[in-house]
Every structure is written in structure tokens, then in C-alpha cells.
């Protein structure tokens, strides 16, 4: 009888393993010989769009990024609720060795990358925080149009980033934050604090548009869409990413 049961009991064990191997690995659990990126590339998108919606800026960025981008770019967008998934995602990322425990020189090859708008814009403030506080460095960042929640606070970027740039436009019950400063002006660049103003140049996209957003918000969801807004958020993001005219500019691509 014992016999008879092991064949069905070794059958049993490599049906088993043959599932939840690849499942292991998926997780990350697994993957010593897994190559970590080069460059991690997040971004927000604002109030309560998908983070797969593809009328939105950020998420057409994301798409051109990787279609373009070297192999070991690693770019995902996220809803500005899902921050600490966000983190959680880098975290995971820099542990080349996945021991769970990040090393100094796992944090110092750290290349990150965030970017956002409206409420995106301010989660990107607060993951770059959050990084901060665990001695991660962030590249840039880029806001377009930020707005903070009532118990936020997306002007003052922290010491861990190297470079910064927002946009805005300054019309509508909804508009973006004027002015961002560094909180340590010594170690953060801030590129510029960019004015667009969709009463004198609108753009066009009303049919991604609802009717609260033509009626009572147009120049903030305008900057969710403005193609030249984005192009011009494009080339700051690939200027930090490669060496100046090595990277095809967005006019340039076929």
C-alpha cells in the first residue's frame, strides 16, 4: 500500500511546486539573479482618476517613457491615494540583494524620479518625505498644478531631492500652487515655479472633460491634458535621466 501511495504523493509535491514556484518568484521573494533598474520613475495622477486612465498626462508620460526609455527604467503610475504603495514598490526595488533591509550604498544608487498633478502633485511632495525620512535620495521632482489636501503641506520640498520644478496655472475655484521652495536651498535646486494660463491659450479637450470640470474647474483639468505642458515636463524628466542630446527630444521621436 505505501508503495502505491508515494508515486501519487511525488505527483502531488511537483504539481504543488510547479504552481507555486513561479508565484514565489513573482513576488520578489525570490529573484537574487532579478536586476534592479537603473532609474525608478513614479507618477501620481490627481483627484479620483484611475491611475490607468490613458486621457491623463501623467499616465501618457509613463507610456512614452517606457516605450522609449532604456530597459532598466523602471516607471509605474499610481492613484495620490496609493502613496505608501508607492514607497513600498522603491523600497523593494532598491533591495538588490532582497534581504529586506536596505544598505547605504543600496540608498546612494537610488535614481528616482516623481511626478504629478493636482492631488498627484502633492503626493509626490509626501512620498519624497517619506523617502527623506529613511535617507532615500530623490533626482526630481515635478509638480503640475498641485493641490494639497486640508492637512498637507505640498510647498516645501525636502532636503533629499536634488532638483525640483512646478507648474500651475492660477484661474478656477481648483489651481495649482504657485510657488515651491526648498526646505535645504543648499542641497535642492529649484528649477522654476512655471505659469501657464489657459484663459489667453486654452487648449482643447473638452471630450475627456465632464461637465464639472468645463463648468467649474477648466484651467485645472486643461493641465491634465495641455500636450505642451506635458512635453515641456517630458524633457526635464529625460534631462535628469541622461547626459544633454543623448535622449531624442519629444519632436524628435518617430
Known sequence: ?????????????????????????????????????HYILIGFVGGFVRHDNPNHGPVQLAERMERVDPNDSYVRVFENRHRKEAYRDILRLLDRDHDGTLTAEEKDRAHIILF??????????LLARDLDRVGI???????????????????????????????????????????IKAADPSRTEILGNYRFDYRQTPVHCDSMLSWYDRLLTPGHAQSECDPRLWGEVETVVREHIAPSGSVASADQRP
Open 1 to 37: 500500500m505505501l508503495s502505491l501511495l508515494r508515486p501519487r504523493v511525488l505527483l502531488t509535491a511537483l504539481l504543488i511546486g510547479a504552481v507555486a514556484v513561479p508565484a514565489f518568484a513573482e513576488s520578489g521573494a525570490v529573484g537574487h539573479t532579478q536586476k534592479s533598474p
Open 116 to 125: 504629478g498633478q493636482s492631488w498627484g502633485g502633492a503626493a509626490v511632495v
Open 137 to 179: 535620495p530623490v533626482l526630481l521632482t515635478v509638480q503640475v498644478d498641485s493641490v494639497a489636501k486640508l492637512w498637507q503641506n505640498d510647498t516645501v520640498i525636502p532636503p533629499n531631492v536634488a532638483a525640483a520644478v512646478n507648474y500651475y496655472q492660477p484661474h478656477g475655484l481648483v489651481h495649482g500652487r504657485r510657488e
